[in-house]
């Protein structure tokens, strides 16, 4: 099977939860997860982790539909693309749900083609506009509302990149 590394963010998240989400977390990893959890500036009482892990292709999906079911987190999984298999980023809000896309070797979103014409149909049609339809592909609304959560505040671990592929 082959191997692939990611990080997974959770953004906000009670504290009552966080021990339940090691727990979950570590489920879907197969192996024990330690998060360093650090308030979370935007929500009271919140708290937020990020983890870098390595492991099977398709671990993003697992730790995702772990921690799906819980309406009161916020999270990001994303997954590198491998020689194999294509990069991927989950995105969770509890007023959005799941959103998953497929992701080049940039980290950029990939939109099959499928999809596409399915929104070019429903513009053609007058169900949505295009537009609409691209920016929910694109997983817009997700990031609209996830980008507050995203900035951690004043003392936050800063992840220096001394390489870009």
Do not use: N
Not at 34 to 52: F, H
Not at 143 to 148: A, H, K, Q, S
Request: hydrophobic content about 40%; some cysteine; glycine content about 10%.
């Amino acid at each position: 099977m082959s191997q692939t590394r990611g990080v997974f963010f959770v953004h906000s998240a009670p504290s009552a939860l966080c021990p339940h989400i090691e727990w979950a977390a570590a489920g879907a990893f197969g192996m024990p997860v330690r998060l360093d959890w650090i308030p979370q500036p935007v929500e009271r009482s919140a708290y937020r982790a990020e983890y870098s892990w390595s492991g099977p292709v398709g671990t993003s999906e697992k730790v995702a539909s772990a921690l799906a079911r819980w309406d009161r987190i916020r999270f990001e999984v994303t997954e590198e693309p491998t020689l194999s298999s294509e990069g991927c980023r989950v995105s969770y809000t509890p007023r959005l749900g799941l959103f998953r896309a497929q992701t080049g070797l940039s980290g950029d979103v990939v939109v099959p083609e499928g999809r596409l014409k399915q929104a070019l149909l429903a513009d053609a049609l007058g169900t949505k506009p295009l537009g609409v339809s691209v920016a929910e592909l694109l997983g817009a609304p997700w990031d609209d509302e996830l980008e507050p959560f995203r900035y951690a505040g004043e003392g936050a671990p800063v992840r220096w990149l001394h390489q870009v592929v």
